[in-house]
């Protein structure tokens, strides 16, 4: 008799979760609205003509001010997904219209598991 496979300690990330080029990283840092702030472990989902750029906002210091945020890149428009993504961003809510994507969306919620996954 076998024995029974021990379950992972921490979730695997979805296999959609890519890392994100410099320019979609560029793109969102562009809308901070606060100076110093920065986004490292940028990774993406692209889902047809939406990509779901994800990441962890640091300050100047490196300091984590967020562990994972979600933005919804649009026909070239970031708009702001998760609470701090609409926080410490100027960008659009992806809930309103024309996208009305919310933070509970699965696509959201699986970037944002990929990125808390890097910060483990």
């Given amino acids: 008799m076998s024995q029974p496979q ?3 300690s921490k979730p695997a990330s979805d296999p959609r979760c890519v890392p994100a080029d ?6 969102v840092q562009s809308g901070f ?3 110093g702030l920065s986004l490292i472990n940028g990774t993406v989902i692209n889902s047809g003509p939406l990509t779901f750029v994800g990441g962890t906002t640091v300050d100047a210091s490196g300091k984590v001010k967020n562990r994972s945020d979600v933005w919804v890149i649009s026909n070239g428009t970031v708009y702001a997904s998760t609470g701090g993504a609409r926080n410490t961003t100027s960008f659009t809510k992806a809930s309103d219209a024309p996208l009305r994507i919310s ?3 699965e696509r959201v919620q699986a970037l944002d598991a990929c990125v808390v996954n890097l910060t483990r």
């Fill in 6 to 8: 021990a379950t992972p």
């Fill in 22 to 27: 410099g320019a979609l990283v560029s793109r």
């Fill in 33 to 35: 609205s606060e100076t």
């Fill in 103 to 105: 933070p509970g969306d």
